[in-house]
């Protein structure tokens, strides 16, 4: 590892610990049961797959609730990282990019966990899908960009959404390292949010991209025995 990653954590380790701990806390108001409690006054995770998530809620609610919950699940993801950001606004000189960018990732991954595992709600929340999609936007748009391209050739082929999840959640790491290598070589240095990354940021991405990846999947394991058995269903809105 290079000198920053040591630099990073003796230094602003407190403000690491006040993002993560904002970011988990953020990540556990689930959107899907706020709705569908207002709007059913029932619980989601009675209620069809049993998943406190968009699409269920897309099949038992309607597409109004739906959007409201993926709107809700979706700032969690800026609202917590964007927080982490705030927190080094007045970091500079050598590293503070390094340094952002460091807090983002991480702060990413706990509003993904508290999405899943939401304190409020006896640690049983949805899968995450929505919610990294928003951390792929505050940490590397090019790699949300990727993740839409998948999901529309993938949804438009099958209207499944959980296959569309699984290979975005697959593909998550696979793509930001080959990413951060093309920063490290200055090949997309016109679209690079960091420029010449240091080996200890390649690593950290790609370490918490590939955690958050494998949580989702493991999130998904019920929709992977119905894909393999043939039986998961295609989208279709209750109204």
Known sequence: MDLYFGQFFS??????????????????????????????????????????????????????PAIITF?????????????????????????AAVFRSYIAYITGL?????????????????KGVVTTAAVMLMTD???????LIIFFIVFLSTKIISKCAL????????????LKLLDCNGILSAISPLN??????????????????????VKHKDNIKRILDGTEKKITPKN
Not at 141 to 147: G, H, Q, Y
Not at 167 to 178: R, S
Not at 196 to 217: E, G, Q
């Open 11 to 64: 230094l602003y380790w407190w403000r690491l610990i006040i993002a993560v701990v904002a970011a988990y806390l953020i990540g556990s108001v689930n959107t899907s049961i706020i709705v569908t409690k207002f709007v059913m006054h029932e619980d989601i995770r009675t209620m069809g797959s049993g998943n406190a998530g968009f699409t269920n809620v897309l099949r038992c609610a309607g597409k109004t």
């Open 141 to 147: 748009w090019r790699v949300l960009i990727v993740a």
């Open 110 to 126: 706990f509003v993904v966990i508290g999405h899943m595992f939401p304190l409020y709600y006896k640690f049983k929340g949805g």
């Open 196 to 217: 010449n990354p240091p080996v200890s940021f390649i690593v950290l991405s790609t370490v918490v991209t590939l955690i958050t990846a494998v949580l989702v999947i």
């Open 167 to 178: 290979l975005n959640a697959a593909m998550y790491p696979v793509v930001t390292l080959i």
């Open 71 to 95: 709107i809700g699940d979706f700032l969690k993801g800026i609202i917590a990282v964007g927080i982490a950001y705030l927190l080094m606004i007045d970091v500079s000189g050598d590293g």
